[in-house]
Nanobody, 123 residues
């Protein structure tokens, strides 16, 4: 199972970026997918998460600016980031709680991570 993140970059304050994370492998079901971020000298924090049932969870600082969505057929989650601020600068990581095939068994990986993608917002 792999999570491949894309879409980071450099943008001016007030601009927008869209992050995507595609899951691949012998996946039976994706339970929850989300995005975390880690700024220099800070702990990694949850930015947004989306369950298979459609429930969302956003950290307070991004509410109203970021939107998480998923394409179940493509096993992809997107994070649309609008009105970006310099304090949004961080490495963003995709995370998934998923169930996958392992031989004839189903196994759960509750904490699968993709590689980080850098988001830099200039003032």
């Amino acid at each position: 199972v792999q999570l491949q993140a894309s879409g980071g970059g450099l943008v001016q304050s007030g601009g927008s970026l869209r992050l995507s994370c595609a899951a691949s492998g012998s996946i039976f079901r994706i339970n929850t997918m989300g995005w975390y971020r880690q700024a220099p000298g800070k702990q990694r924090e949850l930015v947004a998460a989306l369950t298979s049932g459609g429930s969302t969870n956003y950290t307070d600082s991004v509410k109203g600016r970021f939107t998480i969505s998923r394409d179940n057929a493509k096993m992809t989650v997107h994070l649309q980031m609008n009105s970006l601020k310099p304090e949004d600068t961080a490495v963003y990581y995709c995370n998934a709680d998923l169930t996958y095939y392992s031989g004839s068994y189903l196994r759960r990986e509750s904490d699968s991570w993709g590689q980080g993608t850098q988001v830099t917002v200039s003032s």
